[in-house]
């Protein structure tokens, strides 16, 4: 190897136990990552480069140690590690299991994955940067190569954990320069990194994910031959200019370089160009305008529960959540034929959810709550969902798969239990109280 | 015959590249080249050119997109030196330099000489915008070895590998899928910045240098007819080298190459960049 520790060099955690370095798994900007063995199992170790080893870094690494932070969405710092031939330290963290993957193999289209499953993933993304964000934790280094994502259901890991330090404190990182907030980018005196220069990160990342693009990478990025620091600074601190700016068109995608973003943006609901448009125009210059995780938490999840699958070509479309009026597809340009539209209410407070009752729908615990801590979409977490009849082709039931018995109302106005495993037929008009906290009703539009 | 570097003790690596055109083609549309900077970096590169009907002047395209690479390569390397005479956050911002604005500099520079330089012959085909750039289709590695930081480029199809100091051989620029059939990506690909693969290595101790880098169209790879036998054959290199010297493995390459490519059918290239090591023994002769 020609990383900085040898196979088998042996150092030494915070709490006293031996690992064994058996491997180098990749190299970054701070430091290099290796398997190394523990007295229970295999983890990775975040090795930093000299340079990089301050004391500062080591004063940060030990407080994210002793936060104690438990969240599967993180690979948090575990253990404090030190030891090596020329001294040195690193973290413990767990291993990334293979099939999370990076934003660059998806720019490189090299990840099958679906509309739903990215969709759900930046839903994920929102609420994991949200979890450090209410306990006073600011990322400050939001980018692409700090998150993994499993392009089949959308799980997240956040990586990279070791700059994320409490709002005020410093960790004399600002960032990475394209996802940095324009006030950093420009070095303006005020500004700091923070929750604040955090959103705007998030939606950068946000709109890369979705978009497959820069959100400011258009043609006066084509333009720069030479994209050093001023170059960058200029793009991203003093002049940005948000790609599809309503106002100006100075900074358009190139419609042969960037074809790709044409066609995720035509893609996209205007729901969430809305918010992405809000944060690159006037959030850009303003930062109390930036799109907050909650405005992002609330329209992604309705757009995930509103993916359709058109008839023609059977490949998903994101749908406007609460219109009626089909779209078009964006791959086979045939209109979309909109499923019947399940209306759950919670009851108290009173919140309004629609979902599309698209092949397989399903109905998840979060959806019966008004202000959900998490979206959850595992099977543990499953309520109801959209089955066709065993014996009659065509025909839809809603099977509940909660705890708890629904019920619903026949069309001679007497009520009819749904016991768990139990199916109810689905017809327009149907009313169902699902257990105690939320009632739905099917509309054919 | 190969091309050697002079010799110059403050220069740590030994190179030598050579290329041998396919036995069926019209001709050679790899290209290659090995420079030392001012201040001591060294860069390797090597391009294949389509060379398929689809990209008739993909020949010229793998020169630009060698010599792009070394422009582009020696203004990094500049950068290098500057961050890493700062602190920690330099060698941080120099990651995001060669993940983004490297892969982004060559693409644009690449399309730029492709249409600047462009004279179409007569009786060419008139060819503008996407069109002239497909003509133009190459694919590039190319790396650059310079004090405390090894870091590779590569775009398209080709080998980069390494024969680290404990002698294990890695190819840190295999994709984890590889291309099916002869579609490569390519510096005409659209977006072709996205598409570039970086392998990031800095070096804390010089100790830890790799001994052997090579970099190879894929004329070399595909001549055996396993992934295993290639990578028999750079852990085979890495030995003569220590046996017999690099100048007696540079006068054997061309051979080499040309055996790979009558099995290939390609036009086959490589790049070797050899960490000194001591002379070897004189051989003992009966006499």
Redesign the interface.
């Known amino acids: 190897m020609s990383g900085m520790l040898d196979n088998g060099a042996q150092l030494t955690t915070d709490t006293g136990d031996e690992v064994s370095v058996a491997g180098m798994l990749g190299a970054g900007g701070q430091g290099e990552v290796y398997r190394v063995k523990t007295p229970t199992d295999d983890k990775a170790l975040k090795w930093y480069y000299p340079a990089c080893a301050t004391p500062e870094q080591r004063s940060i690494v030990e407080g994210l140690v002793g936060r104690d932070f438990d969240d599967d969405r993180f690979l948090w710092p575990h253990a404090f590690v030190t030891g090596g031939k020329h001294g040195g330290f690193g973290y413990l963290m767990d291993i990334r299991p293979d099939r999370f993957k990076g934003l660059p193999a998806l720019f490189r289209r090299q990840l099958r994955t679906s509309p739903l499953a990215l969709i759900t993933a930046g839903l994920n993304m929102v609420e994991a940067y949200q979890a450090l964000h209410s306990r006073g934790i600011a990322y400050r280094d939001i980018s692409w190569g700090n998150i993994f994502f499993d392009p089949d259901n959308g799980d997240i890991l956040v990586c990279d954990n070791d700059n994320a330090v409490s709002e005020g404190d410093s960790t004399g990182i600002s960032g990475t320069m394209e996802f940095m907030a324009p006030e950093l980018v420009r070095g303006d005196p005020a500004a700091v990194p923070g929750t604040q220069t955090d959103l705007h990160s998030l939606s950068v990342l946000l709109f890369m994910l979705l978009m497959n693009h820069h959100p400011l990478k258009g043609r006066a990025e084509l333009e720069i031959r030479c994209l050093d620091e001023a170059a960058e600074k200029r793009l991203y601190g003093k002049r940005p200019m948000f790609v599809f700016d309503p106002v100006s068109d100075s900074n358009r995608p190139d419609p042969v370089e960037h074809g790709t973003v044409l066609a995720t943006w035509a893609a996209a609901p205007p729901i969430l160009q809305k918010l992405f448009t809000q944060n690159f125009t006037e959030g850009l210059h303003d930062g109390t305008r930036r799109v907050r995780e909650t405005q992002w938490r609330h329209a992604l999840s309705e757009v995930r529960d509103t993916i359709v699958v058109c008839a023609g070509c059977g490949r998903q479309n994101m749908t406007e959540p609460r219109s009626a009026t089909p779209g078009i597809c964006w791959s086979c340009n045939r209109v979309l034929v909109l499923p019947p539209r399940l209306l759950v209410t919670t009851l108290r407070p009173k919140v309004e959810r629609n979902l599309r009752l698209r092949r397989a729908a399903k109905v998840y615990a979060h959806h019966l709550h008004a202000e959900p801590a998490r979206h959850r979409y595992d099977s543990a977490s499953l309520v109801a969902e959209l089955v066709e009849h065993p014996q009659k082709p065509g025909k839809y039931g809603l099977t509940n798969r909660s705890q708890e018995n629904w019920t619903t109302r026949r069309a001679d106005g007497t009520d009819q239990q749904v016991a768990p495993g139990q199916s109810v037929p689905l017809r327009a008009g149907l009313e169902i109280q699902l257990g105690s906290s939320a009632r739905a009703v099917v509309s054919a539009t | 015959m190969s091309v050697p570097q002079p010799d110059n003790p403050a220069q740590p690596w030994d190179t030598r590249h050579h290329s041998v055109q396919g036995p069926a083609k019209a001709r050679n549309q790899d290209w290659s080249d090995v420079e030392y900077t001012p201040d001591g970096a060294l860069l390797l590169a090597v391009a294949d050119g389509h060379g398929s009907a689809a990209h008739p002047l993909s020949h010229l395209g793998a020169r630009y997109a060698v010599d792009v690479f070394k422009l582009c390569a020696a203004q990094f390397a500049t950068r290098a030196r500057a961050a890493g005479d700062g ?10 330099d060669a ?3 490297m892969p ?2 060559l693409v ?2 690449w399309q ?1 000489w492709v249409v600047d330089r462009h004279t179409p012959a007569d009786g060419e085909e008139h060819r503008t ?2 069109a002239l750039l497909r003509a133009h289709g190459t694919t590039l590695i190319g790396a650059v070895l310079t004090e405390g930081l ?1 870091v590779a480029w590569q775009l398209g199809d080709g080998d980069l590998m ?1 024969v ?3 002698g ?1 051989v890695a190819q840190p620029l295999t ?3 590889a291309e099916l059939g002869d579609e490569t ?1 390519s510096m005409c690909s ?2 072709a910045w ?2 570039v693969r970086v392998h ?6 010089p100790a ?3 001994r052997l880098v090579t970099l190879s169209t894929d004329g070399l790879s595909n001549s055996f007819a396993a992934r295993d036998g290639f990578i028999r054959f750079v852990r085979e290199l890495d030995q003569r080298i220590n046996t017999e010297g690099l100048a007696a493995v540079g006068d054997a390459l061309p051979g080499w190459l040309g055996r790979a490519g009558s099995y290939s059918g390609d036009d086959t290239t490589a790049v070797v960049a050899s960490l000194k090591r001591p002379a070897p023994a004189p051989m003992e002769t009966e006499d």
């Open positions: 602190a920690g956050g330099g060698l941080r911002r120099l990651w995001a993940h983004d604005r982004r500099e644009r520079i730029d915008g996407p090894f390494v680290h100091p404990d294990t994709p984890e899928q990506e659209r977006q996205d598409l990031w290595a800095p070096i804390s101790d830890r240098l790799p």
